[in-house]
Every structure is written in structure tokens, then in C-alpha cells.
């Protein structure tokens, strides 16, 4: 590795220290993020030509758009979700059968793994945040319910085609098909999940819930409900179209707009419907910015070539007739998609790896990168927008709580991997 990728390395440990200890230096994690960011991009420009960085800086860009107009409107969706109560209704039925904390915690998670297989591991992660606001009231419990969420989220879009975005990578890149990810890595992706939700759920504490008052707020709208729900669909659906998933979420939410405007601005709803224009300025514009600074910071370490030296580092070379290399290879990919972003690291593996390997060895990848990203917060892009949206989790906290839980599952879930591997005799 040269001296230029150990410099810029250097930038993104420091920014990430800072991160970690951002209640210690009283500075925001967002700001210190698009610090990090942006002065990677400026020491990468340095002796570069306007020619040289147009074409890195327009697919950088791109991408960040792409993420952020989605964040946006799956957040908006989420807050759209709770102003006509659906969160209210969930809470009240789950309390109408008087569950214990700790099997309230196992629903919790078992929601959050399939919807993250359905949908997304991103869009699952702030409905269920939204969801826990409304049943837990310690912010101990809530705490380790968010957690809890990032890893099953992160474990259930591990083992579908549209639930991760390496995964719809890996797909595309015809690596393996719907099926086989979805038949080979479920075993897997749920041993990833309920070893960590296991170990945490001894961490949950008795709590009395009270109710909350329901007669004050719109009735539930279950028309404007269903069709924030089918906004997610949509955005898996609009890929068939070769169009990005945010082009799903901004039609849903076009439609939504005038549903509103036409049916619900009338009669008794007129006064309070009004208000869904509001929610906009509810978003949490913290977390968007956390979200473009890390991008940022990867996309610079991309672009200096440093994430493709890492990943030949890891898998040699003659991989071909070296299973062995392919696995540990997988594996520690997996390892450091804790700190980087694992798609730039995906991508590259897609790249540099030659033809003709097995699909169950990019079923593994599909696992590690996946699932990997949850043993430290800011290893995924459903923890970094958990970190965001709920103050009291930091880093560290994270750290503390949740990233051993989360390492153990991701050595169970290699381990259920490899002795699937063995048996079937692959």
C-alpha cells in the first residue's frame, strides 16, 4: 500500500475516532462526518485535472443522490405511517394480548428480519424505530430494541435478492439467482440474527407500558396506510424498469400527495390532513448529512484505488483452485465492511474475482457483507440511520451492547455456511 492510501486511511480513522467519541469532544457526529468527508476529497483532487475527477465525482454524486432522495422519502413515508397512527393501532393490538417484554422483543425481531427480506434493510430499520418509540419506555429496553433491529435487518436482507443493496448487486451481476440466495443463505442469515437477539434479549428489563391516549388525532387511515406500504414494493418492483428504488419511493409518494389533496381535504379531516405537508420539515436532516460525509469518505478511498489494494490483499491470487482463499477471503471482507461501506467493497470483489466460481461461494459473500456491517454502528446503512434517528445510541453504546452479539452471529452464520458447504458436498 503506498504512502497516499496510508494518509487517507489515517483521515478516515481519525474522523472515525472522532465519531466514536463524539459526546467526549461535544461535536456532532454529522459535522464530523462531512469533514471527514469532504477533506479526503480535497487531498484525492490535489494535483488532479477538472478532466480526471469528473467522471469519479459524477458516479460519487450520483450515488449519494440516489441514497438520500430515498432516505428522504422512506423517512417522510415513515412519518406519514405514524401522523395517521398506524403505530398507535400496532401498539394497541400488541398490548390487547398482555405480551411479556422479552416475547414482545422475539415478535419484534422476527418482523424486522422478514420485512427487511421483503423490502429493505434500511426502509425496515425506520419503521421499526418508529414502531419501539411507541412500546418501549425505558431507554434501556429501546436502546437494545434498536440494536437488535439493526442486526435482524441487516440478517434478513442478507438472504434475499432486493433486501440488501450487495445483494441486488450480486444478483444483477448474475452471481446467483432469487432462488438460490434465498434457499442457500436463509439457514445462514437466521443463525446470524437469533444468536445476537438471544444474547440481548437477557439485557431487556421489566417495564409497565401505559397505553397511550387515543381519543386526541385522526382516526387510522388504512387507504393512506396501504398505499405508504405498497410505496416500499414499488421501489423493489421499478428495478424490473432498470430505474433506481427511488424512483418507486417519489412516485408513492406523488400519489399519496394527491390522495390527499383530492379525497382527505374535506369534511372533518380538512383541518388536520392539511398537515402531511408538514411532515417534510420532520425529517431528520442530521442523519442525511452523517449519510453523504461517510459516502463521501468511502467513495475517496475508492477512487484512490485503496478498497480495490485491500481486496486483492485478501484473496491472492489463483483463486480458482483455492477454496480456501475464497472463504477466508469472504469472510474478512465481511470483517471490514464493519467499518467501510460494503458495497464499494462488493463491487470491487465482483470485479477482481474471475469467472467460473460456484455460486455458493457468492452466496457467503452475500452473508459476510451483509451481515458483517452490523458488529459496529457505522458498518451499515440501516445503523448509520439508526444512529441518526435515536439520540441516546451512540457509537460507543452500540459498541458496548452490540457488537460482540453481532460478531458471534456472524461467526455462527459463517459456520452454519460452511457446514452446509460440506454436507452438500460443494
Known sequence: ?????????????????????????????????????TIMWMAVAFGQTKAQLHGPLSDSFAEI??????????????????????????????????????????????????????????????????????????????????????????????????????????????????????LYGFLPSIVAWIVPQAILTAKIEYEDRIGRDLKNGLPTQWGLIIIGFSTFGVAVLINMLH??????????????????????????????????????????????????????????????????????SIFGSDILNNPGALITGHTSLGLLSSFFDNVPLTAAAIKMLPDGIHFIYWILLAITAGTGGSILIIGSAAGVAAMGQVDTLTFNDYFKKGSLPALLGYIAAVGTWYLMFILLGF
Open 243 to 312: 430505474l433506481p428504488p427511488f424512483f418507486g419511493i417519489l412516485f408513492g409518494l406523488g400519489i399519496i400527495a394527491i390522495v390527499i389533496d383530492v379525497k382527505f381535504k374535506r369534511g372533518k379531516l380538512k383541518e388536520k390532513a392539511g398537515d402531511i405537508v408538514n411532515l417534510v420539515k420532520k425529517i431528520d436532516m442530521a442523519t442525511i448529512y452523517f449519510f453523504v460525509g461517510i459516502l463521501l469518505a468511502v467513495d475517496a478511498l475508492k477512487y484512490a484505488g485503496t478498497l480495490d489494494i485491500m481486496a486483492q
Open 1 to 37: 500500500m503506498d504512502t497516499f492510501s496510508i494518509i487517507l486511511l489515517a483521515i478516515f480513522f481519525v474522523g472515525f475516532i472522532g465519531i466514536a467519541f463524539e459526546h467526549k469532544f461535544k461535536v456532532n457526529k454529522s459535522w464530523l462526518a462531512l469533514f471527514m468527508g
Open 65 to 182: 443522490f440516489e441514497l438520500v432522495i430515498f432516505l428522504m422519502g422512506a423517512m417522510t413515508i415513515v412519518e406519514m405511517l405514524g401522523h395517521f397512527r398506524f403505530f398507535t393501532w400496532v401498539e394497541v393490538r400488541l398490548m390487547k394480548f398482555n405480551i411479556s417484554n422479552r416475547k414482545l422483543f422475539w415478535i419484534l425481531g422476527l418482523i424486522t428480519f422478514f420485512a427487511s427480506a421483503l423490502l429493505d434493510n434500511l426502509t425496515s430499520t425506520l419503521v421499526m424505530i418508529h414502531i419501539g418509540r411507541y412500546l418501549y419506555i425505558k431507554k434501556q429496553n429501546f436502546n437494545i430494541f434498536v440494536i437488535n433491529t439493526v442486526i435482524a435487518a441487516n440478517a434478513g436482507g442478507a438472504m434475499s435478492p432486493v433486501g440488501d443493496v450487495t445483494t441486488i448487486m450480486l444478483w444483477l451481476a448474475d452471481k446467483f439467482t432469487a432462488w438460490q440466495i434465498v
